[in-house]
T-cell receptor, first 115, second 114 residues
Framework: DGGITQSPKYLFRKEGQNVTLSCEQN?????MYWYRQDPGQGLRLIYY???????QKGDIAEGYSVSREKKESFPLTVTSAQKNPTAFYLC??????????????FGSGTQLSVL | AQSVAQPEDQVNVAEGNPLTVKCTYS??????LFWYVQYPNRGLQFLLK??????LVKGSYGFEAEFNKSQTSFHLKKPSALVSDSALYFC????????????FGAGTRLFVKA
């Protein structure tokens, strides 16, 4: 069953703690993305990667870090520098080439809350 | 810079009536336009896209969207709404510059009343 798996579904962070959100895909997609969703603000791009071992900052990268060591995996770390981390985090991937207007495939999301 | 505007936070329609969810965009060059739907506590699901060609695009679940270049709009439509269409709808745009980022609107909540 192909798709994108995000874990955990719910995550709680203590003050000063770093937490890592997992995103795994078995779609053989080259590009992967992390978005943050806040009520009334839509989705905002945190980081994206178009190929293994390469990634770029999105619009709200401060306080976040990523790695792309494997094609299948794109974990997001929310660091203690992110002062307002409570949000719904969505991972996505894309097949083909962006120039051909390929759609994004999304995981089911991780809700991160601060204790 | 790319941007997407969805001017309505919520759209209310009666079941069986036509629905329209509005979207306008700003992008350099030719746009790639998308509509996605989100059900509670879930990821987004693709509905339809416009790349080039016919201005009227048909998608999943009976939805369609009309691309209007002069008005820079890409409104989502359905001739007859169902209660099960109630969800959060996102318009998105991707330009052909800036690393091919996809930018999303703030979302419009559609409520279909039986």
């Amino acid at each position: 069953d192909g798709g994108i798996t995000q874990s955990p579904k719910y995550l709680f962070r203590k003050e000063g703690q770093n937490v890592t959100l997992s995103c795994e895909q078995n779609l053989n997609h080259d590009a992967m993305y992390w978005y943050r969703q806040d009520p009334g603000q839509g989705l905002r791009l945190i980081y994206y990667s178009q190929i293994v071992n390469d990634f770029q900052k999105g619009d709200i990268a401060e306080g976040y870090s990523v790695s792309r060591e494997k094609k299948e995996s794109f974990p997001l770390t929310v660091t203690s520098a992110q002062k307002n981390p409570t949000a719904f985090y969505l991972c996505a991937s894309r097949s083909g080439q962006a120039a051909r207007g390929e759609k994004l495939f999304f995981g089911s999301g991780t809700q991160l809350s601060v204790l | 810079a790319q941007s997407v505007a969805q001017p309505e936070d919520q759209v209310n329609v009666a079941e069986g009536n036509p629905l329209t969810v509005k979207c306008t965009y700003s992008v350099s060059g030719n746009p790639y336009l998308f509509w996605y739907v989100q059900y509670p506590n879930r990821g987004l699901q693709f509905l339809l896209k416009y790349i080039t060609g016919d201005n009227l695009v048909k998608g999943s679940y009976g939805f369609e969207a009309e691309f209007n270049k002069s008005q820079t709009s890409f409104h989502l439509k359905k001739p007859s709404a169902l209660v099960s269409d109630s969800a959060l709808y996102f318009c998105a745009v991707r330009g052909n510059t800036g690393g091919f980022k996809t930018i999303f609107g703030a979302g419009t909540r559609l409520f279909v009343k039986a």
